[in-house]
């Protein structure tokens, strides 16, 4: 009987196949270390957009003073074009346009306030301090908003007649950030109401811990509505600036009590958040795919369809007109953004008035131009005061 041959692989053989096995390994591995850093990225990229921070201070220090002038050290936010403020430890400074620089200095004149002294560290930044008193010497109450998760406090500024200005403010911001445009509206007598809302300094946290990027924080905007209208508000203005103006359109698409709101003022809104994702992925050097990616993580984290939370997909459902103010090199909600929402308008017939600043990072139109910014903001809400 013959022998059975038995199957014996060659050198060369053996060598392939552990050549074969090795690339087979070193290609998995590939895949999981990929697949691993996508993760990690689009985890990253959603933190970007629920996560809730509390913003230190200290990002630069007075070097020298001059009667009026102050020199701070030059980083790329003091060295900015426009107004600013600086604060410290019990005080604070507006800040104007720089006047000298040196390679490693910048000279500012302080425009209201105090002046500091030599050695102080301080925050340069782009928004008011303190609150209307302290900002700019007018008189407030705050308030408490019954929400349906607890008491937010509200700063209320009176004034004349029955339509109210409403000022919501973005991501992981502050109410004195809506501040800018209070000289305008006090000077037209409007009555003045600055929210805060859930997961806001003050105000109840959501349930899970987590920004919903407008897709629930607009019922703590109904719920300052209704206590406006407790107080005699009959008519509204809203006024939204980065997140605060997704606010603003969740609200008007979905709460009863967008019939009340007359017009509408957005700065710098997160329009879309799929683009806002995309921009995030730019400025953080990640690959274009994690967007999508951060975006699946936020729904798996929240239960929020990003893609709702698209006024151009999505338009409002009531469509108040609209002032819509954004600044070019803005790198957080890209113009492009802007552009969009102004063709979808176009398309529904929406009254929408764009106005583009050429300078400027996010929200700080008002920064780089406050007359322009005041011109536009007191026209726009002209119309509310005659008919008082």
């Known amino acids: 009987m013959r022998a059975r041959e038995k199957n014996v692989e060659t050198p060369d053989a053996e060598r392939r196949t552990r050549r074969g096995r090795r690339w087979w390994i070193a290609g998995l591995a590939i895949v999981v270390v990929l697949a691993g850093g996508a993760g990690a990225g689009a985890w990253f990229g959603s933190d970007q957009s629920i996560a809730v921070v509390r913003y230190g201070t200290g990002n630069t220090e007075v070097v020298a003073v001059r009667g009026d002038l102050v020199t701070l050290t030059r980083t790329p936010e003091t060295d900015k074009p426009g107004t ?26 302080v425009l209201r306030g105090s002046v500091p002294s030599v050695g ?17 010497g007018i008189g407030y109450t705050e308030i408490m908003v019954p929400t349906e998760l607890g008491p937010a406090p509200a700063w209320y500024v009176p004034g004349d ?20 445009i209070l000289p305008v509206v006090h000077g037209l007598r409007l009555p003045f109401l600055d929210i805060s809302y859930r997961n806001d300094q003050g105000a109840p946290p959501s349930p899970d811990g987590l920004l919903h990027l407008g897709d629930s924080e607009w019922r703590d905007l109904e719920a300052a509505l209704r206590q406006a209208r407790t107080m005699g508000a009959r008519r509204f203005v809203l006024y939204g600036t980065s997140m605060g103006g997704q606010i603003v359109g969740q609200f008007l698409d979905r709460s009863p009590l967008a019939g009340l709101v007359d017009r509408v003022v957005m700065d710098a809104p997160m329009i879309d958040v799929q683009m806002t994702a995309e921009q995030g992925a730019r400025n953080f050097h990640l690959p274009a795919f994690t ?34 103010i ?21 398309s529904l017939g929406w009254d929408i008035r764009f106005e583009p600043f050429e300078q400027g990072k996010h929200t700080e139109a008002w920064n780089v131009d406050r007359p322009r910014y005041d011109r536009l903001v007191g026209d726009f809400l002209a119309p509310d005061v005659t008919r008082r």
């Open 326 to 346: 954004h600044t070019v090199p803005d790198t957080d909600h890209p113009i492009q953004e802007a552009h969009g929402l102004v063709a979808a308008g176009r």
């Open 120 to 136: 102080t560290p301080g925050n340069f930044g782009n928004v008011p301090p303190g609150d209307p008193q302290v900002a700019w």
């Open 84 to 109: 600013y403020w600086l604060e410290w430890t019990g005080s604070y400074a507006m800040l104007g346009d720089v006047v000298t620089r040196a390679p490693d200095r910048v000279t500012r004149k």
């Open 291 to 324: 967007a999508g990616l951060s975006n699946l993580v936020v729904r798996w984290r929240t239960g929020v369809d990003v893609d709702r939370l698209s006024l151009i997909r999505h338009p409002p459902r009531v469509r108040p007109p609209l002032l819509l």
């Open 161 to 180: 007649g029955d339509t109210w200005v409403v000022a919501v403010h973005g991501q992981n911001g502050r109410r004195k950030a809506e501040l800018k």
